[in-house]
Each structure stands twice: as structure tokens, then as C-alpha cells.
């Protein structure tokens, strides 16, 4: 599947594409609610779940995730799991929103990246990212806690520029008020030329950040 046929398979059920995976979250009352609503999402998941489902509890919302545990994408496996948790979790009187949900990704600029890559890898106890994948070196949290490290190629050194930026990977339809709310704090648009995959802005002070999305990458 591609990201748009992703997008449009989960967008009415209140699930967004973000970095990959397929994200929701249900506000609940307490943190007893909370699990819960993973309770539920797991039982309604049954043994398919096993690897796709990951459930994030908080007193406040529970942030489901899906995406294959093989090819780190979105498979119709996850799509099918979407469609029974959401319908489970509003049997129970419980509404599904994207909310909030997004992906922090550290992006670090390298003009050898087999060269400094292993030394990433060693000091974050991060894996190769396995799977197909928009960059060809990218590591990650192998507990699927941490956020994505990935090296951008330099053709030449640049000592004016930050070496590392954030990219803040949104669902699409939220891209607009965040980088709306960034300038609003005293931020810069540098460029939109990559747009709607990629905007970049800046600081202050210059340094950067992408706030970005799935779509433009198909």
C-alpha cells in the first residue's frame, strides 16, 4: 500500500498516518480508564496484534500505534487491526482523535556516514532500521521508545549551519497550525520548497527544524 491509500483507509476512523505507522489517541478520565481502552484494543486485536499493536497509557489518554514489526510500514494487516479497535472502542463509548500524535526524528548531517554512523549506533545502543525506508541510513530505539536517528549526506563541511536539526514528523492535516504556532513563537520558514513533505524553520538564533508529514513521498 501506498501512504495515500494508508491515509485514506484510516482518516475517518480517527487514525493518522505519522512516520510510518498509524497513530490514534482516546482520552479517557483517569489512568484506570486508560488500560482499559488498551484492554480493549487488545482484546479486539486478538492474536494479530502481537507486534503490530503498541499501546502508549497515560492518566489522560492512551496513544495506540500499528505498523508491522517486519517491515516497519503500514501493512493491510494494520489497516484491517484499525478498523477493529476503533470499532470496539466506540462500542464502548469511547471517541478516537489524532490529537496530538506525532514522531520525533534527529536528523545529523555527516559527510561520511559510514564513518560515523557505527559510533551512533554504539553510543545509543540503537539498531539498523530494518525494512524499506525514505533514507538509506537510518538507526532506531529497538524498544520503540526513543526517536529515529537518520544521517543526511553533506557534499561539503558546513561550519555556518547546526550539523543536527529535529524533524517533527505530524499528522498531515496538522502540518499548517504547527508551523502556524512555530512562526507565531518567534520562528522563521527558511523554505517550503519540499512542501507538504518537509518545511523547514528556525529559531531565533537559526537553528533548524522540519516540521513534516507522509505525504509528498509517494
Request: aromatic share 4%.
Amino acid at each position: 500500500m501506498n501512504r495515500q491509500q494508508v491515509s485514506d483507509a484510516v482518516d475517518g476512523l480517527g487514525w493518522r498516518l505519522v512516520l510510518g505507522a498509524i497513530c490514534t489517541e482516546v482520552a479517557v478520565a483517569s489512568l484506570t480508564q486508560a488500560a482499559e481502552a488498551a484492554a480493549v484494543a487488545v482484546q479486539a486485536a486478538g492474536d494479530d496484534g502481537q507486534g503490530h499493536l503498541s499501546v502508549d497509557i497515560r492518566a489522560q489518554r492512551a496513544v495506540l500505534r500499528l505498523q508491522s514489526p517486519t517491515e516497519w510500514a503500514v501493512t493491510k494487516v494494520d489497516i484491517v487491526l484499525a478498523q477493529a479497535i476503533s470499532t470496539a472502542l466506540t462500542g464502548h463509548g469511547l471517541r478516537l482523535a489524532a490529537g496530538s500524535v506525532q514522531a520525533l526524528e534527529i536528523a545529523i548531517d555527516a559527510l561520511d556516514i559510514a564513518a560515523v554512523l557505527p559510533f551512533w549506533r554504539a553510543a545509543t545502543g540503537y539498531i539498523d532500521e530494518p525494512g524499506p525506508s525514505d533514507v538509506s541510513d537510518a538507526l532506531v530505539d529497538p524498544s520503540g521508545r526513543g526517536p529515529t536517528i537518520w544521517f543526511q549526506q553533506m557534499d561539503a563541511p558546513r561550519p555556518q549551519r547546526n550539523r543536527i536539526h529535529l524533524d517533527i514528523d505530524v499528522p498531515h492535516d496538522a502540518a499548517a497550525a504547527r508551523i502556524a504556532a512555530a512562526i507565531a513563537a518567534g520562528g522563521t520558514l527558511l523554505s517550503d520548497a519540499a512542501a507538504p513533505a518537509f518545511w523547514v524553520l528556525a529559531d531565533p538564533e537559526g537553528n533548524e527544524a522540519c516540521i513534516c508529514t507522509w505525504q509528498g513521498r509517494d
